[in-house]
Structures are given as structure tokens and as C-alpha cells.
T-cell receptor, first 114, second 114 residues
Framework: KNQVEQSPQSLIILEGKNCTLQCNYTVSPFSNLRWYKQDTGRGPVSLTI?????NTKSNGRYTATLDADTKQSSLHITASQLSDSASYICVVTPRTGGGNKLTFGTGTQLKVEL | DAGITQSPRHKVTETGTPVTLRCHQTENHRYMYWYRQDPGHGLRLIHY???????DKGEVSDGYSVSRSKTEDFLLTLESATSSQTSVYFCAISRTRDGDQPQHFGDGTRLSIL
């Protein structure tokens, strides 16, 4: 069964610090890997997307990396802000099948404190 | 934000009663999805639709039915609600079928079944 595992489950950091979230997946072959941000009480919002041939993708202070050989991705947040407090979800799309075949991780809950 | 409205946003009901959740979109996207989100699980697909009157089952479809009579509306019905269906339900839409375009999510319906 396709799986996406994320670590850590939760994380607390001080404002201004950097952090890195991890995603390991078994989906193979895959079409793309996305990171979503989900604020409390809201739906997930797409942050980045990488295809299997891409190694890195940035969106402002968010940088995602992908190692397709080891089936690992990371999301690095630079100079964290209070507004970064949210759940970050890793989602993998298989090459076969489409939008009905996404595999979602359980998310990393990030809290940024003063 | 994508034009997706879920209603109601919160609902408390009793076991055995029928419940209908509504998803309304103003983006004219063809593809629509219903997910549930529970602690310890990634988002799980309940049902999806590839167009008017074109629906299919997802991973966790037992106890749920859907209908799509118009492009903009996708309804999720719990025929006889059970406590195991207490969850947060998200509707999502996408422009393409293949997963290369992001799914845009509504802000969810928190459903409690007592």
C-alpha cells in the first residue's frame, strides 16, 4: 500500500529560527510531490510542487527538496514567523491514476512562539 | 482563495439521522472530491466526481453517497449517521484529472455524531 510518513509529528520553534520537516514516501512511480499548509480551521493550501525530475523548489521562505532515489522530501522554513504556525502536509501523486489517487501524509504540526 | 463554500461549517446530530453536506464552487472546475480528516490519518478520499452525474467511490466510501446534478454543487450524504463518521469533511476541486494541477480545498465541515 502506498504510504507517506512525516516527521516530526509536532515541532515548536522560536520566531526567527529555521526548521526542516521531513517526508518519506513509498509511492512509486510517482508524478509529483506537493507540500500543503493547513491553518487551524481552514483547508490545506498548496505551497510547492516538484516532479520526479526536480530536486528543489522555493516559494518565498519555504524551500522544498526532493531525493527520488531515497524517496525523501523535506520542507525548509527560513526565518520563521508566527503566521507559519500550521500543519504541513506532504502529498504524493502516483504516475498512474490521477487526482483520485493522492496519498496524504498525516502532517507535521508546527508552532512558532515568541 | 479558490471559490469553494462548504455548508454547514459545523453540525451536531444524533446517530441514525441522515446528514447532507454541501460543497459549492464558483470556479467551474470539472473535478470535485470529498475527503475526511481524522487524527492519526492523512486525508482520505470518500467519493469523487469527474462531471455532472459522473461519480465514483474512493478509499472510504462505505456509509456515504454523493450526487452532482450541477457543475457547481457536490453533495455528500450520510444515509444513517454513525459515531465513526464524526470527522472533519473537506471538499476539493481541481481543473484537471491527472493530479498535475493542485486540488483547492474548502474550509471544511466539522461533523459530530452523538
Amino acid at each position: 500500500k502506498n504510504q507517506v510518513e512525516q516527521s516530526p509529528q509536532s515541532l515548536i520553534i522560536l520566531e526567527g529560527k529555521n526548521c526542516t520537516l521531513q517526508c518519506n514516501y513509498t509511492v512509486s512511480p510517482f508524478s509529483n510531490l506537493r507540500w500543503y499548509k493547513q491553518d487551524t480551521g481552514r483547508g490545506p493550501v498548496s505551497l510547492t510542487i516538484m516532479t520526479f525530475s526536480e530536486n528543489t523548489k522555493s516559494n518565498g521562505r519555504y524551500t522544498a527538496t526532493l531525493d527520488a532515489d531515497t524517496k525523501q522530501s523535506s520542507l525548509h522554513i527560513t526565518a520563521s514567523q508566527l503566521s507559519d504556525s500550521a500543519s504541513y502536509i506532504c502529498v504524493v501523486t502516483p504516475r498512474t491514476g490521477g487526482g483520485n489517487k493522492l496519498t496524504f501524509g498525516t502532517g507535521t504540526q508546527l508552532k512558532v512562539e515568541l | 482563495d479558490a471559490g469553494i463554500t462548504q455548508s454547514p461549517r459545523h453540525k451536531v446530530t444524533e446517530t441514525g439521522t441522515p446528514v447532507t453536506l454541501r460543497c459549492h464552487q464558483t470556479e467551474n472546475h470539472r473535478y470535485m472530491y470529498w475527503y475526511r480528516q481524522d487524527p492519526g490519518h492523512g486525508l482520505r478520499l470518500i467519493h469523487y466526481s469527474y462531471g455532472v452525474k459522473d461519480t465514483d467511490k474512493g478509499e472510504v466510501s462505505d456509509g456515504y453517497s454523493v450526487s452532482r446534478s450541477k457543475t457547481e454543487d457536490f453533495l455528500l450524504t450520510l444515509e444513517s449517521a454513525t459515531s465513526s463518521q464524526t470527522s472533519v469533511y473537506f471538499c476539493a476541486i481541481s481543473r484537471t484529472r491527472d493530479g498535475d494541477q493542485p486540488q483547492h480545498f474548502g474550509d471544511g465541515t466539522r461533523l459530530s455524531i452523538l
